[in-house]
T-cell receptor
């Protein structure tokens, strides 16, 4: 079956530090990959996506590249801000069978301190 | 443009009771999926509705059922509630079924006493 593995948190960084959150996946088909962010008390918001190998998704200074050879989709940001503090979820959508079932990782909590 | 809306925001029930959660998808979306998110965990897929039919289901017992209406809104029903059903229930909508980003509501926090 499909699965997503994320690095465990929490991750604590100082403002303007470089961020990497590792994500690897296992899928039977050709999935699309996503990063979602969840702020306290809220639902999930789509942060970025990539639909095929070597695609780079980017948004709000965050980037992630779909690496099929290493089955990875690591999230990076060059300079984090306090407002980036949230829980980040890596996810995949496998279209096998014609239906969209999204599989999420367990989430990585990021805390950015001033 | 309203996003995904869920009601109620919070709910407290006791073991053995039944509950109904509601979801209105984002305008233009026709597919609704439901997820259960336990504290400190990632969302777990419950099922997906498209064209008023359940199209795919995750590893949840038959106590979890749903419905989609002609206006694409959806309900999640849970019977014979257990303590372990306490969680945040998220509704997500998308246009079409395959590889489209899902837009999430803020969820319904269900607490079982």
């Amino acid at each position: 079956g499909n699965s997503v593995t994320q690095m465990e948190g929490p991750v604590t960084l100082s403002e303007e530090a470089f961020l990497t959150i590792n994500c690897t996946y296992t899928a039977t088909g050709y999935p699309s990959l996503f990063w979602y962010v969840q702020y306290p008390g809220e639902g999930l918001q789509l942060l970025l996506k990539a639909t095929k190998a070597d695609d780079k998704g980017s948004n709000k200074g965050f980037e992630a590249t779909y690496r099929k050879e290493t089955t990875s989709f690591h999230l990076e940001k060059g300079s984090v801000q306090v407002s980036d503090s949230a829980v980040y979820f890596c996810a995949l959508s496998d279209p096998t069978g014609g239906y969209q079932k999204v599989t999420f990782g367990t989430g990585t909590k990021l805390q950015v301190i001033p | 443009d309203a996003g995904v809306t869920q009601s109620p925001t919070h709910l407290i029930k006791t073991r053995g009771q039944q509950v109904t959660l509601r979801c209105s998808p984002k305008s233009g979306h026709d597919t609704v999926s439901w997820y259960q998110q336990a504290l400190g965990q990632g969302p777990q897929f419950i099922f997906q509705y498209y064209e008023e039919e359940e199209r795919q289901r995750g590893n949840f017992p038959d106590r979890f059922s749903g419905h989609q209406f002609p206006n694409y809104s959806s309900e999640l029903n849970v019977n014979a509630l257990l303590l372990g059903d306490s969680a945040l229930y998220l509704c997500a909508s998308s246009w079409g079924q395959v590889n489209q980003p899902q837009h999430f509501g803020d969820g319904t926090r269900l607490s079982i006493l």
